[in-house]
């Protein structure tokens, strides 16, 4: 009787969990869709809410990008409008970095978890103080630089090792804009690693990475919609 109990607790856990992955995958999805529509496609809804590009919405030639772009909107550096950070290593011999620890700190390997909600090892304030590393909060956009070029999204305040990019959210750039657009970047970003045992890119080549500046009323109704999806999904990981 007990065994059956049991079997039918797990069992009930492992559909949950199941349940759980598939509606992540389908708000990840969902949230990409948008994005596109609204930031690669150009149809964001314009004041009379017809999808801006496709109705003739006003458009003009960025010589930076070598493309259109909506008229008043800009084109920026990356570390120009978000601050960036590269991760560090505390002294590994050192075990007061690392005995009784309580803050996450992830390898570029741990990016590909999407979103981040845990991770294998962790260090002490003093690892924080005495190292490169430095602690991101939840929300914030990571991207590996060595081997595979992958962002995701901190559901938790973590540190990085020095293989990671940590692109912080602030009022004009979220999650959910920094997100997608990295992921769309991805294919550019492989092509640019050297080294041939471990093929990498720099912080450098992050920070330089040009980013369109919409205007602010078209970033304030974009993230209405997409802030609460990216909050979901974080919700599931972590259920």
């Given at each position: 009787?007990?065994q059956?109990?049991?079997?039918?607790?797990l069992?009930a856990?492992?559909?949950?969990i199941?349940?759980?992955n598939?509606?992540?995958a389908e708000l990840?999805?969902m949230?990409?869709?948008l994005?596109?529509?609204?930031f690669?496609q150009?149809?964001?809804p314009?004041p009379?809410?017809?999808?801006y590009?496709s109705?003739?919405g006003?458009m003009?030639?960025s010589?930076?990008?070598r493309r259109?772009?909506?008229?008043?909107?800009?084109?920026?550096?990356?570390?120009?409008?978000t601050?960036?950070?590269?991760?560090?290593?505390?002294a590994?011999?050192?075990?007061?970095?690392w005995?009784?620890?309580?803050?996450a700190?992830l390898?570029?390997?741990?990016?590909?978890?999407?979103?981040v909600v845990?991770?294998e090892?962790?260090?002490?304030?003093?690892?924080?103080?005495n190292?490169?590393?430095?602690l991101l909060p939840?929300?914030?956009v990571?991207?590996s630089?060595?081997?595979?070029?992958r962002?995701?999204i901190l559901g938790i305040?973590?540190a990085?090792n020095?293989?990671?990019?940590?692109?912080?959210?602030?009022?004009?750039?979220?999650?959910?804009?920094?997100?997608?657009?990295?992921?769309?970047?991805v294919p550019?970003?492989?092509?640019l690693r050297?080294?041939a045992?471990q093929?990498?890119i720099n912080k450098?080549?992050i920070?330089?990475t040009?980013?369109v500046?919409p205007a602010?009323?078209?970033?304030?109704?974009?993230y209405k919609?997409?802030?609460?999806?990216?909050d979901?999904?974080?919700t599931?990981?972590f259920?």
């Amino acid at each position: 009787y007990i065994q059956k109990r049991i079997a039918s607790v797990l069992s009930a856990i492992d559909n949950k969990i199941e349940l759980n992955n598939r509606s992540k995958a389908e708000l990840e999805a969902m949230a990409k869709i948008l994005y596109d529509c609204w930031f690669v496609q150009l149809d964001f809804p314009d004041p009379n809410a017809k999808p801006y590009k496709s109705t003739g919405g006003k458009m003009v030639y960025s010589p930076t990008l070598r493309r259109e772009i909506p008229v008043g909107w800009d084109v920026k550096e990356l570390s120009k409008v978000t601050y960036t950070s590269l991760g560090g290593t505390p002294a590994t011999k050192n075990m007061e970095y690392w005995e009784n620890s309580d803050i996450a700190w992830l390898s570029s390997a741990e990016i590909a978890d999407f979103p981040v909600v845990d991770s294998e090892q962790r260090i002490t304030q003093k690892g924080i103080e005495n190292s490169a590393a430095v602690l991101l909060p939840r929300g914030s956009v990571v991207i590996s630089i060595v081997r595979y070029i992958r962002p995701s999204i901190l559901g938790i305040d973590a540190a990085t090792n020095q293989s990671v990019v940590g692109i912080l959210e602030n009022k004009s750039f979220k999650k959910s804009f920094i997100y997608p657009f990295l992921c769309g970047e991805v294919p550019r970003l492989m092509g640019l690693r050297t080294g041939a045992q471990q093929p990498h890119i720099n912080k450098g080549t992050i920070d330089e990475t040009l980013i369109v500046v919409p205007a602010d009323d078209v970033l304030e109704k974009y993230y209405k919609t997409a802030e609460p999806i990216f909050d979901l999904i974080i919700t599931r990981a972590f259920e």
